[in-house]
């Protein structure tokens, strides 16, 4: 959690790669109370306008919450907080989180939908929001790191190749 204005405003700050693994057998219930505790730490710190950063980076699949758990979550939030979240960021977003996203966008408001956005690195995340408030896990930073080296390569490979330089070129 940090902050970020003037009225230091909350940014909440939520890693996917520590959530339980969903082959627990009280996964239900452990999700479950985690959500009810994050609402109601929400409410408790959430006086103005907020965001949310959603590290999914690092994140194995057995680890990401399901389409059910967030229908419900979305669904409980009380219309204060979903009216004073101001941005919901996913950072390191996968092809399954884009895909729900997609899926589930007829059936959650506009407004909502327009408060998400996608961040590909933690360097285009600097530029959204002050970081200095704001505690990345360890295992976020080297999956952006890994992830900026293999885009770094490719990038190299591609321009190294006369065919594909010229492809990149059109």
């Not at 230091?8 to 959500?35: G, H, K």
């Not at 006086?47 to 967030?70: C, F, H, K, Q, S």
């Not at 408060?115 to 952006?144: C, G, W």
Request: charged share 25%; aromatic share 12%; glycine share 4%.
């Amino acid at each position: 959690t940090g902050y970020y204005g003037d009225g230091l405003n909350a940014i909440i700050v939520f890693a996917a790669c520590f959530l339980p693994d969903s082959s627990r057998t009280d996964y239900n219930y452990v999700m479950e109370n985690l959500f009810l505790y994050v609402i109601s730490t929400l409410e408790l710190m959430v006086a103005e306008d907020y965001m949310i950063v959603y590290l999914n980076g690092a994140t194995p699949r057995r680890r990401m919450p399901g389409l059910g758990w967030m229908k419900k979550c979305y669904q409980m939030i009380d219309r204060r907080l979903r009216k004073n979240l101001k941005s919901f960021i996913i950072v390191h977003p996968s092809w399954f989180i884009r895909t729900i996203l997609a899926v589930t966008r007829p059936f959650i408001s506009s407004k909502f939908s327009s408060k998400i956005q996608y961040v590909n690195t933690l360097a285009e995340l600097r530029e959204m929001i002050p970081m200095e408030y704001v505690h990345i896990p360890d295992s976020i930073v080297k999956y952006d790191e890994e992830k900026c080296i293999k885009r770094r390569m490719r990038t190299s490979c591609l321009s190294n190749d006369p065919e594909m330089a010229s492809v990149e070129q059109e």
